[in-house]
């Protein structure tokens, strides 16, 4: 066999040559549209995002009955001159006989809007809350109904997330500030209200009263 | 074969070599291909992105009302 000529060499070198630059130029032009394709997304994305809040007053009562359940003066404790003091956040005292249980609890408000809330309390029958039983006549004693509010565990309206007024107040038969500033944040949203009943001499049968909670968006 | 008519061995190791410049340069070009992209998509600009937020505040004051009730049952 003869041997290849050097022509023959250099005919398939330079063969070689040309598909090596062929080779090498489509290669490239494929990199090139795929670098096409990524760099046109980049500089025209645009997103956005849009939040509506809507800003809510709402109050919720927890628990909405106080209830001292039935019973009567515990005539060898206190004086008929005296009233008997039932505290809604207090054990049952001597002066008080119940008939049944007595677990009064207090009212228990919760701000449940998203707004910091002024809130107010009210009673229709003003002080003289005996004036809704079955029998008004009071015969000794000095009848009263108070209303203090009360801070949780938590803190709400306390003294770094609003201010309570827990002082012991008579109901007056118009609106008075009990919370300023009720936060709405989950933890700290609540608060108690105890209710005080001074039974004096003579009231009898069932007493009923509505209280009401205002809240108003604080400023 | 006449070998008066045949080119140079001198021809033949010319071309080799620029074979083989060809072929490395043509590699080279081809693997720093991706290295481009990458830096085409750090030296992108800015892509625009915008948040809105909107809290309605009610047009008239917001109330909100709830009552309890206080009861008891005096015997006698």
Redo the contacts between chains.
């Keep these: 066999m003869?041997e290849i000529?050097?022509?023959t060499?250099?005919t398939l070198?330079?063969v070689?040559?040309v598909i090596?630059?062929a080779?090498?130029f489509f290669?490239?032009r494929g990199?090139?549209q795929?670098?096409n394709v990524?760099?046109g997304a980049?500089?025209?994305?645009?997103?956005?995002?849009?939040?509506?809040?809507?800003?809510?007053?709402?109050?919720?009562?927890r628990?909405?009955?106080?209830?001292?359940?039935?019973?009567?003066?515990n005539s060898s404790v206190v004086a008929d001159a005296a009233e008997c003091n039932?505290t809604s956040s207090a054990a049952q005292p001597s002066c008080w006989v119940n008939?049944g249980t007595y677990n009064p609890s207090d009212?228990w408000?919760e701000n449940d809007?998203n707004v910091y809330?002024n809130v107010t309390i009210n009673s229709t029958v003003a002080a003289n809350?005996f004036n809704t039983?079955g029998t008004t006549t009071i015969i000794a004693g000095d009848p009263d109904?108070t209303w203090a509010g009360k801070e949780l565990a938590s803190g709400g309206c306390g003294a770094a997330y609003g201010t309570l007024d827990t002082s012991e107040g008579q109901f007056t038969g118009a609106h008075q500030l009990l919370c300023t500033n009720l936060s709405a944040d989950d933890s700290v949203d609540d608060f108690n209200v105890t209710?005080k009943?001074y039974?004096p001499t003579g009231?009898?049968?069932?007493?009923?009263?509505?209280?009401?909670?205002?809240?108003?968006?604080s400023s | 074969m006449d070998k008066d008519n045949d080119i140079s061995k001198r021809t033949v190791l010319v071309l080799l070599v620029l074979t083989l410049i060809v072929s490395v340069v043509g590699t080279w070009t081809i693997l720093s291909q991706p290295t481009t992209i990458y830096k085409t998509m750090e030296l992108g600009g800015p892509a625009p992105g915008r948040v809105s937020l909107s809290i309605n505040a009610p047009t008239v004051p917001q109330m909100s009302n709830e009552a309890g009730k206080v009861s008891i049952n005096i015997m006698k």
């Excluded at chain 1, 994305?45 to 109050?59: D, L």
């Excluded at chain 1, 628990?63 to 009567?72: E, L, S």
Aim: net charge positive.
């Design positions: 003869d000529s050097n022509k060499l250099a070198l330079v070689a040559i090596s630059l080779g090498t290669a490239m990199v090139s795929v670098t990524i760099t980049l500089p025209t994305a645009t997103g956005t995002t849009k939040v509506y809040i809507n800003q809510t007053v709402s109050i919720t009562l628990n909405n009955n106080v209830d001292f359940g039935a019973g009567y003066r039932l008939t009212f408000l809007g809330a809350y039983c109904y209710i009943l039974v009231p009898s049968g069932q007493c009923d009263n509505n209280v009401v909670f205002t809240a108003a968006r």
